[in-house]
T-cell receptor
Framework: AQKVTQAQTEISVVEKEDVTLDCVYE???????LFWYKQPPSGELVFLIR??????QNEISGRYSWNFQKSTSSFNFTITASQVVDSAVYFC???????????FGAGTTVTVRA | DAGVTQSPTHLIKTRGQQVTLRCSPK?????VSWYQQALGQGPQFIFQ???????QRGNFPDRFSGHQFPNYSSELNVNALLLGDSALYLC??????????????FGNGTRLTVT
């Protein structure tokens, strides 16, 4: 079965703290793509990052960074020095080679308090 | 640069009725996907349209149907509405040439309430 699990339902932090969101996935495919999306209260899902299964290099983009580990099927996402505007629901998602649908996790609600 | 636009924003229908939701893709995009997001859950894939045809379908009954027009805009139709169809319906657009790696651009969604 191909599945995305986000075990954390809600995370609450104070501004400027770092936030790490966990994502574990299951897939039998060797070629797949992992995504993180953010959904603010307005409802629109905003694309944040994408990673291919054959590229485990971890990167930092501004205040965002991610840790992709195929050995543990995890694709964790970190927000450094969180801000109130980061408050949203964050979704991890998975798609497969030659398959156009995204399979989303249940989401993690992040609340950043001033 | 116009993003993905959806209409209406909110809709209230009665069980058994039919509903049509509309979506205009981001400028330059040619592929439209529809997702259903129940409260507190992640979006679930309904189907994707490309070149005016349904290219892929998720695990949704035939009551859910769609259409794509020559200008790439799309409609989602749901017949014989059930209470369980109450959800946020999200439209997403992308570029066909980029394939399955193309990040989806989502609209703000249509909130459907079935009473």
């Amino acid at each position: 079965a191909q599945k995305v699990t986000q075990a954390q339902t809600e995370i609450s932090v104070v501004e400027k703290e770092d936030v790490t969101l966990d994502c574990v996935y299951e897939t039998r495919d060797t070629t797949y793509y992992l995504f993180w999306y953010k959904q603010p209260p307005s409802g629109e899902l905003v694309f944040l990052i994408r990673r291919n299964s054959f590229d485990e290099q971890n990167e930092i983009s501004g205040r965002y960074s991610w840790n992709f580990q195929k050995s543990t099927s995890s694709f964790n996402f970190t927000i450094t020095a969180s801000q109130v505007v980061d408050s949203a629901v964050y979704f991890c998602a998975l798609s497969w080679y030659n398959d156009y649908k995204l399979s989303f996790g249940a989401g993690t609600t992040v609340t950043v308090r001033a | 640069d116009a993003g993905v636009t959806q209409s209406p924003t909110h809709l209230i229908k009665t069980r058994g009725q039919q509903v049509t939701l509309r979506c205009s893709p981001k400028s330059g995009h040619d592929t439209v996907s529809w997702y259903q997001q129940a409260l507190g859950q992640g979006p679930q894939f309904i189907f994707q349209y490309y070149e005016e045809e349904e290219r892929q379908r998720g695990n949704f009954p035939d009551r859910f149907s769609g259409h794509q027009f020559p200008n790439y805009s799309s409609e989602l139709n749901v017949n014989a509405l059930l209470l369980g169809d109450s959800a946020l319906y999200l439209c997403a657009s992308s570029l066909a040439w980029a394939g399955e790696t193309s990040p989806l651009h989502f609209g703000n969604g249509t909130r459907l309430t079935v009473t």
